[in-house]
């Protein structure tokens, strides 16, 4: 079974940075997704950046594009997430999820993710 904790929230001043871990195990191929969702205060899911196990292609929305990167360590079956230049329309719950759908290309759309780590809170301040 699929299990997820991520870790790393906290809170940061404008401008900062914040590096984000997943832990995610149980796979049994490369047949999958790994997502960074967040939930901001009073607001939907929303996706920011999510990567492919089987070559690690990388999806950023525009959220995510020029500030953040996802990372996949396979090894130590890691996935980050490194924010940058953070504002305070960051803060947010931070989620990883997975997509082990294969009938279908992976997408980092928030319909498409079934199985969801706890979330960890990230506080921006101005």
């Known amino acids: 079974e699929v299990q997820l904790q991520a870790s790393g929230g906290g809170l940061v001043q404008a401008g900062g940075s914040l590096t984000l871990s997943c832990a995610a195990s149980?796979?049994?191929?490369?047949?999958?997704?790994v997502g960074w969702f967040r939930r901001p205060p009073g607001k939907e899911r929303e996706g920011v950046s999510c990567i492919l196990g089987s070559d690690g292609s990388t999806l950023y929305t525009d959220i995510a594009k020029g500030r953040f990167t996802i990372s996949h360590d396979k090894a130590k079956e890691m996935v980050t997430l490194q924010m940058n230049s953070l504002t305070p329309e960051d803060t947010a719950v931070y989620y990883c999820a997975v997509d082990l759908w294969t009938l279908r290309g992976h997408r980092c759309l928030v319909e498409d993710f079934g199985v969801w780590g706890q979330g960890t809170q990230v506080t921006v301040s101005s």
């Open positions: 149980g796979f049994t191929d490369d047949e999958y997704a």
